[in-house]
Each structure stands twice: as structure tokens, then as C-alpha cells.
């Protein structure tokens, strides 16, 4: 069946990330592999297939008292294979680590219907070849994911979100190597420009002590005030918003440097302790582009009314093209949506 639709052939849940590459122009929805496989709280481990939205495995697992550790947004839409494919995330990024550090196993279908499978049920799984982490970020282009194994954590007994207002771009990572200095292990922090001057989230979990003491030490590097849960929410619409939304990416202490490479008026959120922010409205991505591949850095198009995802090819291109050419030697999966044109 593949054969005869050869443009732009990809899966697809709940269609949250399809502004990353070309449009596809046929799509194969994952929605009704929607079974949770197995699930051991015991163990910490889940099995789930491919169209299991992440809001629905979260309340699946709060009923034992555990939470799979990803926040992106849209969680009401997002299916599991997709957080998968596109490497999607939210703040809780800062502690827990990003999709490729909470998946432990995948099983896939390739172009050719032959089944592929691997990691395991634990989350110490050494043997063979890294297909979950070879999948974070596939973007489609190498098979359907069919199945994924998570690692999950349990809920926290508390947590508590603290909000510190007016900080120059200077003062973003400063406070990060004073949290640092401190030993202060946020579950989450989000700063976000608001016009000249900065707002920094931080949000604390585990154990009820523990948290007071942290929010406590908190304070004493800056003028933080509690905030309600609702600023998270306001977060995860802000990663959503508008027409034309780009990821950037540098090193921690770059703040000021992206800054300057994004227009004055740009609206940004950026995440200190990862190096990761997300620019919106529309602007000259290629000249912002230019600027933060000077610095080692990028900038990837989620979204746009035109232009292209991705600039010039990285060194590993070739490493990239032969796991495409080994998984879907015909390239009949989303051709084109990966970097370098894949």
C-alpha cells in the first residue's frame, strides 16, 4: 500500500507537533492503539501503546499513587508515540531529564511491516542495539512506534511553586549558580521576559520537609513570593501560542546572547538550568539562526506560515542518513521532515 503513496506518508496522534518539517499530505492515525499493555507499580515500569494520551495514562497511574515525569503541553491530546517521535517536554524537564532518559523500551512496525523491538521491562538494559533512544526525536521517519516502556515515579507528597519578578537577563543565570551553590534541586524552572526584565518560576516537590526547607532557602537568594499551580497552565499556553513559535537552544549562561539575536519584542520563555527556550510571533528566523549557530547553539521552527524547520545539515548527517537508508531504505515515511532533509 506504501508504494503507491510515496509524498509525505506519516503516523500521526494527536496532531500536536506537525509543524515540525514538511506538512504531510497522508496521515495514519496511532488513536486507536489506546490499550495500556502492562503496567507494575511495584516496579515502576508501564507499558503503553502509541495512541494513549499522556492525560490518560496520568490518571491510569495516579490511582496507584505514580506519574510518568513528562509535562509537555497539551497533555489532553498528546499520545505517548508522538511525545516519543518528536522528543517533546515541559519544565519538569529540569529534574526528571527528557523522554530519552524515562524510556526503557519501544517496539515499532518499519515500512516494510517488519516488527522491531527494544529495551526491555527494566530500567537497567544494557544488551543490544539503543532502539528507544535511537526513537526520541524520529520525528516518523524511521516506523511506526507502536508500544513504548516508561519508568515512572511516584506522585510527590508536596511541592510548592515560588515567583520572583523584575530580574534583569543577568540575573537569570546568576540565580541558577546561586540555586546550584545553595544545592537547591528544583523540579521545574521556567524564566519568561516579560518586556525589559525577567519572571522566574520555580517549583519544588517531594517530601513535605524537604520542600520547606528548599522554598525556605529559596528566599534568602531573592525576592520570591508563593504562586498558585495555575502558573504552569499559563505556561504550557504560552508554548502553544500563536501562529509562529521557534525553539532555540545554547548554553545556560547565553541568555543575554539570545536575547540579542531575537527581536526586542519578542516574547520568550526560557529554561535556565537546561539551555532551552521558545520564541513567539513571527520574525527573520534564518538572520536569528545564523546568530545562534555563532554561538553553538540552533534554532528549530515548531511552527510557522513558511519556512524551514531546521538549518544547515549538522557533522552527523551521514549518521542520520544511514539509519534512514537501514529502516526505510525506500523513504516512503515522512520524507523530507527530518533535518538535513531526510
Not at 495516579?62 to 505517548?80: C, H, I, V, W
Not at 537552544?249 to 535556565?272: D, I, K, M
Not at 524551514?308 to 534512514?324: E, F, W
Amino acid at each position: 500500500m506504501l508504494r503507491s503513496l510515496r509524498e509525505r506518508v506519516m503516523f500521526v496522534g494527536g496532531g500536536t507537533q506537525l509543524g515540525l518539517g514538511p506538512a504531510p499530505e497522508v496521515l495514519f492515525s496511532t488513536r486507536l492503539l489506546n490499550r495500556i499493555v502492562d503496567y507494575a507499580p511495584s516496579d515502576q515500569v508501564v507499558t503503553v501503546e502509541a495512541g494513549v494520551t499522556l492525560a490518560a495514562l496520568q490518571e491510569h497511574l495516579n490511582k496507584q499513587g505514580q506519574r510518568l515525569s513528562l509535562d509537555p503541553p497539551l497533555p489532553e491530546r498528546a499520545t505517548l508515540g508522538g511525545i516519543v517521535a518528536a522528543n517533546s517536554f515541559g519544565p519538569l524537564r529540569t529534574r526528571f531529564g527528557s523522554v530519552r532518559d524515562l524510556i526503557i523500551g519501544v517496539s515499532i512496525v518499519r515500512a516494510d511491516g517488519t516488527r522491531a523491538k527494544g529495551g526491555g521491562k527494566v530500567v537497567k538494559t544494557v544488551a543490544g542495539f539503543d532502539l528507544p533512544k535511537l526513537m526520541c526525536g524520529s520525528l516518523g521517519t524511521l516506523g511506526l512506534i507502536a508500544t513504548t516502556t516508561f519508568r515512572v515515579h511516584p506522585l510527590p507528597e508536596s511541592h510548592a511553586t515560588l515567583v520572583a519578578r523584575g530580574l534583569p537577563a543577568s540575573g537569570v543565570f546568576a540565580l541558577v549558580k546561586a540555586m546550584r551553590a545553595a544545592q537547591l534541586e528544583p523540579a521545574a524552572m521556567v524564566a519568561t521576559r516579560e518586556e525589559t526584565t525577567w519572571e522566574i518560576v520555580v517549583r519544588f516537590e517531594g517530601f513535605e520537609s524537604g520542600v520547606k526547607q528548599q522554598r525556605e532557602k529559596l528566599r534568602t537568594l531573592g525576592a520570591f513570593e508563593d504562586e498558585g499551580d495555575s502558573v504552569w497552565a499559563a505556561h504550557a499556553a504560552f508554548r502553544t501560542a500563536g501562529d509562529a513559535r521557534v525553539k532555540v537552544a545554547a548554553l545556560p549562561s547565553q541568555l543575554e546572547q539570545v536575547v540579542s539575536a531575537l527581536p526586542a519584542e519578542q516574547r520568550l520563555c526560557w529554561y535556565p538550568t537546561l539551555g532551552l527556550g521558545f520564541a513567539m510571533g513571527s520574525f527573520e528566523f534564518e538572520s536569528a539562526r545564523h546568530t545562534l549557530a555563532a554561538l553553538g547553539g540552533s534554532l528549530t521552527v515548531e511552527a510557522a506560515p513558511s519556512g524551514s524547520a531546521y538549518g544547515a545539515p549538522p557533522d552527523s548527517l551521514r549518521v542520520h542518513q544511514s539509519m534512514k537508508a537501514r529502516f526505510d531504505p525506500r523513504d516512503l515515511l515522512a520524507p523530507g521532515r527530518f533535518i538535513g532533509g531526510i
